[in-house]
């Protein structure tokens, strides 16, 4: 079963346990339907029944999206795991436990996207992390605490973000 086509993505998403029942016991067939939809990849895998989310699925499906890691099982998720999701995504830095969440770790997400500055704990916002997320995403000052906006450059955010 191909899921190139735009029409097996439309079947896929309305018969998905029709088509595990049938599928998913070929071990090629859940890496294809991550690797080749075109549709939403977190909705791709979350249909993938448990029992079929092997280590290596999981890591395919947070690298194209990595908000699926809301849908891999605790016991597969790993600090490699973490770190690919919020290198594809920043955002999924609010998927990470708050223990997990390290310098290097918030530091991927915000050179994603600066607005995951909002999900750094406020210990690990240090000048540095601060001026890194406002630098992707200007918007992202309005989650750089007060004592430490004065450190961050205006002319390094004025000058990609001018309307700030």
């Given at each position: 079963?191909?899921?190139?086509?735009?029409?097996?993505?439309?079947?896929?998403?309305?018969?998905?346990?029709?088509?595990?029942?049938?599928?998913?016991?070929?071990?090629?067939?859940?890496?294809?339907?991550?690797?080749?939809?075109?549709?939403?990849?977190?909705?791709?895998?979350?249909?993938?029944?448990t029992?079929?989310?092997?280590?290596?699925?999981?890591?395919?499906?947070?690298?194209?999206?990595?908000?699926?890691?809301?849908?891999?099982?605790?016991?597969?998720?790993?600090?490699?795991?973490?770190?690919?999701?919020v290198?594809?995504?920043?955002?999924?830095?609010?998927?990470?436990?708050?223990e997990?969440?390290?310098?290097?770790?918030?530091?991927?997400?915000?050179?994603?996207?600066?607005l995951?500055?909002?999900?750094?704990?406020?210990?690990?916002?240090?000048a540095?992390?601060c001026?890194?997320?406002?630098?992707?995403?200007?918007?992202?000052?309005?989650?750089?605490?007060?004592?430490?906006q004065?450190?961050?450059?205006?002319?390094?955010?004025?000058?990609?973000?001018?309307?700030l």
């Amino acid at each position: 079963m191909s899921t190139s086509s735009g029409m097996d993505d439309y079947l896929l998403r309305y018969n998905a346990s029709k088509v595990f029942e049938r599928h998913c016991e070929d071990p090629t067939f859940c890496t294809d339907l991550i690797s080749k939809s075109k549709i939403s990849v977190r909705y791709v895998f979350e249909s993938i029944p448990t029992q079929h989310r092997t280590a290596e699925l999981c890591a395919l499906a947070v690298t194209r999206d990595g908000l699926a890691l809301e849908f891999v099982p605790e016991e597969l998720k790993t600090a490699e795991l973490y770190a690919l999701a919020v290198t594809q995504s920043g955002l999924a830095l609010r998927l990470v436990p708050k223990e997990l969440k390290t310098a290097e770790l918030c530091a991927l997400a915000v050179t994603q996207s600066g607005l995951a500055l909002e999900l750094v704990p406020k210990e690990l916002k240090t000048a540095e992390l601060c001026a890194l997320a406002v630098t992707q995403d200007g918007y992202a000052l309005r989650y750089v605490p007060k004592e430490l906006q004065t450190l961050i450059s205006k002319e390094k955010v004025t000058k990609k973000w001018w309307w700030l």
